[in-house]
């Protein structure tokens, strides 16, 4: 049973366009949102986040879009760049103690310049 | 680097051995989570601590997995008798309690191989 999923397995784009990336979730009790971008070999980085009483939050060239309705997340990138390209990943949680994050299995973007 | 320490970061062993991997958080930050990413799967949870408190434990830690946290700052996590299926990347996470959500701060991860 995937809590949180992303359907699409990889995403390819052209360098300077926009990359979007979509996390559907289940859990109706999920009420924090995060986006991690992996490199092979590494673990994975913290990008960007959002909790359930926002629909938006940037940081940069990072915007992640949420709606609750949906129980649909999406994060833009916008430009992208060659350095971009990496396994990204969806991840929820709940609050307070109730704190470990349930992932997706992530979306592989590649950025061709 | 003051970022979450993992080692070793490779350990190749032979089924039915005990592994020991370590886990040096993020000093201020006073909870610690280890999780399991396989192949094509995102991390999965395993448990975290308060402090030194384990305050919640998957039921993907069988009886074999045991994790400590003496003293509330270094985590060890203990596979005893291996198995095939235990083979997998082991991460371990950082974040620090407050009145609003933290995010988690990962290692680089512990790759087991079982022969």
């Known amino acids: 049973d995937q809590q949180v999923k992303q359907n699409s397995p990889s995403l390819s784009v052209q360098e300077g366009r926009i990359s979007i990336l979509n996390c559907d979730y289940t859990?109706?009790?999920?009420?924090?949102f995060l986006w991690y971008k992996k490199y092979p070999a590494e673990g994975p980085t913290f990008l960007i986040s959002?909790?359930?009483?926002?629909d938006k939050n940037e940081d940069g060239r990072f915007t992640v879009f949420l709606n609750k309705s949906a129980k649909h997340l999406s994060l833009h990138i916008v430009p992208s760049q060659p350095g971009d390209s990496a396994v990204y990943f969806c991840?929820?949680?709940?609050?307070?103690?109730?704190?470990?994050?349930?992932f997706g299995k992530g979306i592989t973007l590649s950025v061709r310049p | 680097d003051t970022g979450v320490s993992q080692d070793p970061r490779h350990k190749i062993t032979k089924r039915g051995q005990n592994v020991t991997f370590r886990c040096d958080p993020i000093?201020?930050?006073?909870?610690l989570y280890w999780y399991r990413q396989t192949l094509g799967q995102g991390p999965e949870f395993l448990t975290y601590?308060?402090?030194?408190?384990?305050?919640?434990k998957s039921r993907l830690l069988s009886d074999r997995f045991s994790a400590e946290r003496p003293k509330g700052s270094f985590s060890t996590l203990e596979i005893q008798r291996t198995e095939q299926g235990d083979s997998a990347m082991y991460l371990c996470?950082?974040?620090?309690?407050?009145?609003?959500?933290?995010?988690?701060?990962f290692g680089d991860g512990t790759r087991l191989s079982i022969l």
């Open positions: 996470a950082s974040s620090s309690t407050g009145r609003s959500n933290q995010p988690q701060h």
């Open positions: 991840a929820a949680s709940g609050d307070g103690a109730n704190s470990k994050l349930t």
């Open positions: 959002i909790s359930s009483i926002k």
């Open positions: 000093s201020e930050l006073n909870r």
């Open positions: 859990n109706s009790m999920f009420d924090y």
């Open positions: 601590f308060q402090n030194e408190a384990q305050l919640e």
